[in-house]
Structure formats: C-alpha cells, structure tokens
Nanobody, 115 residues
C-alpha cells in the first residue's frame, strides 16, 4: 500500500496550491479519502474528507470556502485545491485512506505560507 503526496511548497499569503495524492496497493474506489495537516508542536487535524463515491464532502471550519477536496477513481488519486492561503495554513499535509478496519497514510508534503 502506498499513498504519495505531492504539490506542496512555499506560497505567499493569498496564493493557491493544489495537493495531489497518488494511491496504490488497495481498492481506492472503495475508500473514503481525507486530508489532514499537522503544524509544528500541534496535533494532526482533519482538513477535508470525501466519500468513496465523491460525495458528500466535509471540511474543517477553518478551511470552508477556501479548500476543495476532489478525487478521480480512474486515476486512483485525491486532490486538495487550496485557495486564499493564510500563514496559519502552514503545516505538513497528509493523505489518508480509510475503510474499516484499515487506515492508510502517506508521508506528507510541506506547505508553507509566508511572505
């Protein structure tokens, strides 16, 4: 099983990034997928979730209206479009696949929002 995140980097406040997560080794289309993030010295928090079919989606209050989660089951990929980025969005972002009793995690990608 592999989840490989990409697309992180350094961006100025107000900018945008699109994170991608490529999945392999499990039946991706049967799994709910989520993005989490962890800032230095803080717990890992849920950012957004998408069901196996692509709807519904759920977001943390802190990112509603700015972030959009999507998936492409044909490509075994999940995405996180992040707009209007703020310094407080700085964190390592992790992709997670979940279907009871399994939880799979990627290694994370760093997002830094700074001028």
């Amino acid at each position: 099983v592999q989840l490989v995140e990409s697309g992180g980097g350094l961006v100025q406040p107000g900018g945008s990034l699109r994170l991608s997560c490529a999945a392999s080794g499990f039946t991706f289309s049967r799994y709910a997928m989520s993005w989490y993030r962890q800032a230095p010295g803080k717990e890992r928090d849920l950012v957004a979730t998408i069901t196996s079919s692509g709807a519904p989606t759920n977001y943390a209050d802190s990112v509603k209206g700015r972030f959009t989660i999507s998936r492409d089951n044909a490509k075994n990929a999940v995405y996180l479009q992040m707009n209007s980025l703020k310094p407080e969005d700085t964190a390592v972002y992790y992709c997670q696949g979940s279907r009871w009793p399994h939880d799979y995690w990627g290694q994370g990608t760093q997002v830094t929002v700074s001028s």
